[in-house]
Every structure is written in C-alpha cells, then in structure tokens.
C-alpha cells in the first residue's frame, strides 16, 4: 500500500507556485506540457471547511434551537419553584337614594352623589408539593434535550466537513481531467499538424489527414465538456460555501488517500462516538423518562395556597359598614387523589411502554445500518486503494506507449488507426487513475464521518493551517 502514495507524488503531485501560475500537470511526455489558468485567490481544504462551518444556515439554526434548550432547562419550567401573584381590584360607584320606608318611622332619604367603594389588594403563593416526581422527571428530560440538540448540531457539522471535502477534491479531479484532456489535445494538434505535412508533400493520404481533422474536433469537444464538468464541481463547491455559485477560485492541491484505516479502529469509534448512534441512545431515554411522566399522573398531587391581602371599604350611603381597613393572612392545603379516569391514565402509561420499546428497536436498527455501512464503506476503500495500484501501474505503460506510438508514426510505421487507440488508451487509464483515486478519498472521508473522527481530522488540519 505504500507504494500507493509514492506513485501518486510522482504522477499527480501538483507544483504551482504563485497565485497567477499555471497549474500544470508535471507527467512529462514526449509533447508538450498542458497547463490550466486558474481566476481568483487560492482556495486550500481548511480554508474551504472553515468558511463552510461558519456559513451554514442549517447549523445556524440547529445552534439557535440548542440555545432555546439550553433556556428552558430551568428549575421553574419544570414546576419546582411556587407561583407567587400579586392582585389588586378596585370596585366603585356614585349613586343617588330616594328611599321611603314602610313603617313610616324613619323619615324619607334623598340624597345625591353617594361615593361607595372597595379596594381589595394582596400577594398569593401556590405552590406544588408533590406530584408523584413529575418535576423531577421533567428536570431531567430537559436536560436530555439540550444534549440531543447539541448532537443534531454535530450531525450536521460533520456532514458539512465531509460534503465540502468531497466536493473540494471533485475540483482536483475535475481538474487533473481537464488537463489530461488537454495533453491529449495537443497529441491530436501534432498529429493532425504532421498528417497534414505529410499529405502536403505526398507521404500520407488525404484520409488520414482528415482522419486526423475528425480526432482532433472530437478532442476538443471533450475539453469543452469537460470545462462545463469543472465549473459545475465549483459551483457545487461555491454553493457548500454560502457565497456566489460563479466565484472564480484556484485549487493547488493533489489526492492522497490514506492507506492505513483499520476497521476495528473504525467500528470502536462509530460505538462510542458515532453522533447517530448517541441520538437513538437519548430517545430511548427521553422514552424512559415519558413512562414516569405517565406513572406521575396516577400519584396523589398536594398543593399548598397562601396569600396576605388587604381591604378597604368607603360607603357613603345605604346600610352597613360606612368604612373598613382589613388585612389578614389566608393559607389552604390540598391534596387530589385520582380515582378513576375512564382508563385513560392505564393508556397513556401504555403508550409509554409501546414507545420506550419502539426506541429501543430503534436503536438497535440504527447499529445495524451503521455496521453494514462501514463494512461496505471499507469494502469500497480497500478496493479503491487495490484498483489505484493497478491503474498507476497502467497508466505508466500507456504513458511510454503512446510515445513509442507517436515515433512510429511519425516515421510511417504505424497507421493512425493504430495510433488514435493506443491515445485513447493512455485517455482512459489516466481517467481510471483519476478516479480510482478519487474514490479511495471518497470512500475515506465517509468513514471518518461514520466514525466521527472526521472533525479531528480535518479541524485539526485547519487549525494548524491557521497557524
């Protein structure tokens, strides 16, 4: 496997030095070198993560929802602190009284603009004393929240990590293809060059300069299309950003896949890190925590009501007191015992149960689709890494091939037929090349996602880029 990457340094290894230089591929080959202008500023991996991480709307708001979790973890929303009100009510009237009595003993009362009000004002607590450790319980979901919703922001930081990634060396694929299309196009130039030299003095036929003319059109159409193929990787690139999906960038960077991942390693830390694995863990627990919430509600409940309040009284007419100043202390204690619900309690307890075992299936399911999704995954790498040995080692016999094909036909050894297949050849083995080794970095970065050390790795990098 280490000779993986030593062939990888010598065929892909990218030198570009300075922002406004080529980026040229450094396989040297009996034609001319191909090169690729790159547009705006230097654009590397960590970089590219970071402006990612602190763009992304979808975490925004994932970390704006953990701060509501982390607000609603209080003692007072889960019932454990007593309410306490203040009151104040005020009720008047003028009234005017013209009273004849039956007995005739009291004389007649008229009487106009008669103020009578009363003013009652007081502060009163109510307060749960136990309600079967419904608060409690209620407590300690909250906190379950706040850990589930700081696990969904790392799902998401993680998946974000490794889409950029994935994209960025898209573009040094895309990349290293358009140059490999474009050193195939300049094979085509001398060919079609010398076919016409040839046909020119009499040494070929007119087919094979025309001949030469087709290759060299289809050659160029495949540089186009492969032009628009890098440009949509950048846009998907641009797009992960947050920023305009046309913004010129330059890559300098090469593909080099790990080669030492080891699946154990890989399967003990998608056990104890794996943020899918924790989430399926806290709903099951959330689902624990429902069944007591349930069984709470069958427990007696006792409540205690207290309050010091004050009343004051003007009556100017009618009978009964004239004026009034009252103050004094009230308390009551309670206690509700439910007895019969109808069985509705026996349900939601039920439904608690039902649910605690469907997160538990749940949790088990989800270690099963992460197993199978790293065995496959690594089934991938390996062969990958397998298919990148033999392609760098077929592309090293395309790439004296089509050399020792280009001076015979040069001389007039060989036909252009002959010619065009061993060019294609060299074509293809280079894109087999390119994407062997794409796919062994594809397959590495989806398992360091799964085993969640993938922040590490690439966070760590950033940081050490920084300084």
Known sequence: MRSTGILLSCFLAVNAFGQNKPFQNPVQRAFRNAYVTQQGETLLLADAITQALARSYQIKGLQTQEQVAVN?????????????????????????????????????????????????????????????????????????????????????????????????????????????????????????????????????????????????NADSVTLLTQEQSLKSAKILLNTLLIRDPLTEFAIRDTIVAKTDLNLEQIRQNMASNNPLLATAALNRRLAELDIRLARAQRQPVVSVQTGYNFTFIDNQGGFGVASARNNGLTYSVAAAIPIFAGGNLRRLEANARANALAAEYQQANQEVVLQQAVAQTFTQYQNSLALLNVEVQNFKIALENIDIAYDRYRVGNSTAVEFRDVQRNAVAAQARLFTAEFNAKAAEIELLRLSSTISQQFLGQADATSK
């Open 72 to 216: 609603d973890r209080i003692p007072a929303n889960a019932g454990f602190y007593p309410l306490v009100t203040a009151n104040a009510n005020s009720n008047g009237g003028l009234q005017n009284i013209n009273q004849r009595f039956i007995d005739n003993i009291r004389p007649p009362q008229v009487q106009s603009g008669l103020f009578n009000r009363t003013t009652t004002a007081g502060v009163n607590l109510n307060w749960t004393l136990f309600n079967g450790f419904a608060n409690l319980n209620t407590y300690k979901r909250l906190g379950e929240l706040i850990r589930l919703s700081q696990i969904n922001t790392r799902v998401s930081v993680e998946q974000t990590i490794a889409d950029v990634a994935t994209a960025y060396y898209d573009v040094v694929r895309q990349l290293q293809q358009l140059l490999s299309f474009r050193q195939a196009l300049d094979i085509s130039r001398d060919r079609l060059e010398l076919a016409k030299a040839n046909y020119e003095v009499g040494t070929r036929s007119k087919v094979d300069y025309l001949t030469a003319q087709v290759d060299y």
